[in-house]
């Protein structure tokens, strides 16, 4: 049901976008890109989503987290191209396993999950994400990205902080033998943070899936085999 999709499958007549009077060259260029995107035009069809279903597969083809009956927290999940994935692979839709999703953007509900409509960082969404879990989580999942300003230094703050977070809630909910997947963009999990997570996990690696884009700066980061904290 998620098989592996090689782009280059794709093969038909490029769709070419014109500079329209209220479009600039930039916006021309991005959706130039998104309707020719094969990522794209797959992820219609099989009715995923987001392109970003394909990252998931890709990553847990390649690292096996997602296993039948596992319990999953989706970090800012919306639209929910990575929960249509892991719901599948954990087989929530028949009472397999857990999925809590959360975002701060609404999301279509989805057969299985639990999808929260808030605000990581507000303060009640640990304990939110907690309650809807009703229990230790095997993966933690986290797709979030912060809002670029364009300027490098601020950006790669923001990400840092952002994945900080994710991490120090993925501590207080991971099983012992639990992962940790986030994004990342190059350079972001650099130093102390890094540091932090090979202490608490016994496997720290870097990944890009096929379906990232080239020109992107994004990489995931698979934490594989949480430690458990001293406190339980």
Same mark, same amino acid.
């Given at each position: 049901?998620?098989?592996?999709?090689?782009?280059?499958?794709?093969?038909?007549?490029?769709?070419?976008?014109?500079?329209?009077?209220?479009?600039?060259?930039?916006?021309?260029?991005?959706?130039?890109?998104?309707?020719?995107?094969?990522?794209?035009?797959?992820?219609?069809?099989?009715?995923?989503?987001?392109?970003?279903?394909?990252?998931?597969?890709?990553?847990?083809?390649?690292?096996?987290?997602?296993?039948?009956?596992?319990?999953?927290?989706?970090?800012?999940?919306?639209?929910?191209?990575?929960?249509?994935?892991?719901?599948?692979?954990?087989?929530?839709?028949?009472?397999?396993?857990?999925?809590?999703?959360?975002?701060?953007?609404?999301?279509?509900?989805?057969?299985?999950?639990?999808?929260?409509?808030?605000?990581?960082?507000?303060?009640?969404?640990?304990?939110?994400?907690?309650?809807?879990?009703?229990?230790?989580?095997?993966?933690?999942?986290?797709?979030?990205?912060?809002?670029?300003?364009?300027?490098?230094?601020?950006?790669?703050?923001?990400?840092?902080?952002?994945?900080?977070?994710?991490?120090?809630? /993925?501590?207080?909910?991971?099983?012992?033998?639990?992962?940790? %997947? +986030?994004?990342? &963009?190059? @350079? =972001?999990? $650099? #130093?102390?943070?890094?540091?932090?997570?090979?202490?608490?996990?016994?496997?720290?690696?870097?990944?890009?899936?096929? /379906?990232?884009?080239?020109?992107?700066?994004?990489?995931?980061? %698979? +934490?594989?085999? &949480?430690? @458990? =904290?001293? $406190? #339980?």
């Amino acid at each position: 049901m998620t098989r592996k999709f090689n782009p280059g499958d794709r093969r038909g007549v490029v769709v070419r976008v014109k500079t329209a009077k209220n479009r600039t060259n930039s916006s021309a260029a991005w959706l130039s890109r998104q309707l020719n995107d094969p990522y794209v035009i797959e992820a219609k069809r099989l009715g995923y989503r987001s392109r970003a279903a394909f990252k998931l597969i890709e990553l847990d083809d390649r690292f096996h987290f997602l296993k039948r009956g596992s319990r999953v927290v989706d970090l800012g999940a919306a639209p929910g191209g990575w929960s249509q994935i892991a719901a599948t692979r954990l087989g929530a839709a028949e009472g397999k396993g857990a999925l809590v999703a959360i975002d701060i953007l609404p999301m279509e509900p989805l057969a299985g999950a639990k999808v929260l409509t808030l605000d990581f960082l507000d303060e009640s969404a640990p304990d939110a994400l907690k309650k809807a879990l009703g229990g230790q989580a095997d993966v933690v999942l986290s797709d979030m990205a912060a809002p670029t300003t364009g300027h490098a230094a601020t950006d790669h703050i923001r990400v840092v902080a952002l994945v900080e977070i994710a991490f120090d809630f /993925a501590k207080e909910v991971l099983a012992p033998g639990g992962w940790f %997947i +986030a994004k990342v &963009f190059q @350079g =972001g999990t $650099e #130093g102390a943070l890094l540091n932090l997570m090979k202490k608490d996990f016994a496997t720290v690696r870097h990944a890009k899936p096929p /379906a990232s884009r080239a020109e992107s700066a994004e990489v995931y980061v %698979i +934490a594989q085999g &949480f430690k @458990g =904290g001293s $406190e #339980g």
